[in-house]
């Protein structure tokens, strides 16, 4: 009999979704499922939890209230509602030069729990219009 072992360890995953990539278009829906494929591959390797920060490049009110909604926020939420995961980021990410703002970076996990703090920091780049998204976490887990 082989006994698996846990990994009590963490997954951070980047990704990045060009705004060129809509839900109207195959890339799209092929990222989509290579995220969904992604996440599936390392669960089996059961970790602790798991994290992923992207600029989705989709805009969704559930993320920001004051942002606007997309198609492609839609289909990102059904997603990673699906995989349950909860996403943790609720103000504006990327400012442009007109001021025009939206809530676009992201982080996922499914282990919101541990989370102590996240929130957005301005870009260290004074040319950047992304801000830095983070998430503060505890790592005081127990044993399960």
């Not at 390797?45 to 942002?67: A, I, K, R, V």
């Not at 909604?69 to 990673?80: K, P, Q, V, Y």
């Not at 703002?101 to 301005?122: A, H, W, Y």
């Not at 870009?123 to 950047?128: A, T, V």
Request: hydrophobic share 35%; charged share 20%; net charge negative.
């Amino acid at each position: 009999m082989v006994k698996r072992k846990y990994f009590y360890g963490f997954i951070v995953i980047y990704k990045y979704i060009s705004p060129a990539n809509k839900t109207d278009s195959p890339h799209f829906n092929e990222l989509l499922l290579n995220f969904k494929n992604l996440f599936e591959n390392i669960k089996k390797e059961n970790p602790y939890s798991m994290f992923f920060t992207c600029d989705f490049n989709g805009h969704s009110q559930l993320w920001w209230q004051d942002g606007d909604s997309n198609n492609d926020s839609e289909a990102i939420e059904d997603l990673t509602s699906l995989l349950g995961l909860r996403q943790l980021i609720s103000e504006p990410t990327n400012i442009q030069t007109n001021n025009n703002k939206s809530c676009i970076d992201l982080i996922f996990t499914d282990q919101s729990n541990i989370v102590m703090e996240s929130g957005v920091r301005p870009s260290l780049d004074k040319f950047c219009h992304h801000h830095i998204t983070y998430c503060m976490i505890n790592l005081n887990i127990p044993p399960p």
